[in-house]
């Protein structure tokens, strides 16, 4: 096998504000392994929370020796062994390495990767959609338009430094759209007696779930805040490893599975083992991503009861296709691999 790589800058169609941050744009390093005239592709992209610049993953990338190999098929049970990189590889660049082993074997044997992975059928999955802290007029307004493009699920950023603005934007994403499921993500804003105060008050307004209230790096405290919690608590930032999800299974009601943040689709389904029974239930979750770095998770996406997959569909323009999603509803392709295809520049312009 060879392997190629490209960094691509992906903008947003507008800024993505949460409680720790702004994000207008981010770096997307392409991933390509080739084997006797097929290709397999995988994504990794930048961000600041994590400690990945396209610097740091594209040294990572080119680190990697795909002709010790003699196939796609034993690189990818290397990969599920543990042997195929050192253990400090950022789990972005393993989840990366995955899937595209996954797309190059997929492709090979004519089968798509949910078939590899022993899903029955094309998993198809009502996607959350994400609408930043921004003011109320514009979040209605946004509310509105997604639900009537068929959208069911929103995600609502949170974490003001006024706890009101945020009650105030749930509010008025209600009565503009007042079928939809709302889901609430401060990413880890609270204090534990903010989250005591707020999470009652959010549960009268309906909100189904919230993800990582408090802080992370003190799960002991979420899992307790979960146990008196009127409402859903979903652990992300304190969910990262196989090890987290261990300490908190049945405890919290739900983990965010992020294949950047947990190492890929073989990691995320040895987590799906690990909480099956206890009660806790999963969130697939995403970064703002191309179509390329999002369908992994879509072959998944039947394990999980909440899809949180619109990372491409923050985008103002996607350079892949093939996961849908604009309808409110992400589909996993039948075609070989991960049924994604690159946009040409010529596509683009033509549209």
């Not at 590899?116 to 307004?141: E, N």
């Amino acid at each position: 096998m060879k392997a190629t790589r490209r960094t691509v800058r992906l903008e947003l169609t507008e800024p993505l504000r949460i409680s720790r941050s702004t994000m207008s744009a981010r770096d997307a390093v392409w991933l390509t392994l080739e084997h006797d005239g097929l290709y397999g592709h995988g994504e990794a992209v930048t961000s600041v929370y994590y400690g990945l610049d396209a610097r740091f993953l594209e040294g990572r990338f080119a680190a990697l020796d795909p002709a010790r190999f003699p196939d796609p098929e034993s690189a990818l049970e290397a990969l599920r062994a543990g042997e195929w990189a050192a253990g400090d590889t950022p789990p972005a660049v393993t989840a990366a390495v995955d899937a595209a082993l996954l797309d190059l074997v997929g492709k090979r044997a004519g089968r798509p990767v949910h078939t590899l992975l022993g899903a029955p059928a094309a998993p198809v999955a009502a996607t959350a959609r994400t609408i930043g802290i921004t003011d109320p007029v514009h979040a209605a307004a946004q509310a509105r338009a997604l639900a009537a493009n068929g959208f069911r699920i929103l995600k609502l950023k949170a974490g003001t430094p006024d706890p009101e603005d945020d009650i105030e934007r749930v509010r008025v994403v209600r009565d503009a759209a007042p079928a939809v499921r709302i889901l609430l993500d401060p990413n880890g804003a609270w204090t534990v007696p903010q989250a005591e105060a707020l999470l009652p008050r959010y549960a009268e307004l309906g909100v189904e779930a919230v993800e990582q209230p408090l802080a992370p790096g003190d799960p002991e405290a979420l899992a307790r805040l979960a146990e008196r919690s009127p409402l859903p608590v979903v652990a992300d930032e304190d969910a990262v490893s196989l090890d987290d999800v261990r300490r908190l299974a049945g405890r919290v009601h739900g983990v965010n599975v992020k294949l950047a943040k947990c190492g890929g689709v073989h990691a995320a389904l040895r987590i799906a083992e690990t909480v099956e029974g206890s009660g806790t239930e999963l969130m697939l979750g995403c970064l703002t991503a191309s179509s390329l770095g999002l369908a992994p998770a879509v072959h998944l996406a039947d394990r999980a009861r909440w899809a949180d997959l619109d990372g491409h569909l923050l985008l103002a323009h996607d350079p892949w296709t093939g996961i849908g999603g604009t309808d409110g509803l992400v589909r996993a392709s039948d075609r070989p691999g991960l049924g994604v295809e690159e946009i040409t520049r010529q596509e683009v312009s033509a549209a």
